[in-house]
């Protein structure tokens, strides 16, 4: 049994079609740089929209479960720091007792 790649996973989450933004939003209700949903980082808003359906916000539980869906890129990003934001954020909350965030999804106008 091989094991799941990104790829493979993101192809399970729920789109993102019609989604402007993801807004993070830190414990003071400042805004934290959200993945964008543009060609690069549309991977990591699927994997946030995922997340926030489900958990409603980004806290430990979800962020231990973002690095799940992440697959390889984690390993990635714990050997290379700074290169996947997206999943650094989340390696904080899970992992390095960071306070998690608040979320809020902005859909496009039609």
Do not use: C, W
């Amino acid at each position: 049994m091989t094991t799941p790649t990104f790829k493979d996973i993101l192809d399970t989450l729920p789109a993102t079609t019609g989604i402007a933004a993801i807004v993070l939003l830190d414990a003071a209700g400042e805004p934290v740089t959200p993945p964008e949903n543009q060609p690069g980082t549309a991977g990591s808003v699927r994997v946030y929209h995922a997340l926030i359906k489900q958990h409603g916000h980004l806290d430990r539980a979800a962020a231990q479960q973002g690095l799940a869906l992440y697959a390889e890129h984690t390993a990635d990003a714990r050997l290379h720091p700074g290169k996947h934001p997206n999943i650094d954020r989340l390696l904080a909350i899970a992992e390095a007792d960071a306070p998690g965030l608040r979320a809020r999804i902005v859909l496009q106008d039609d």
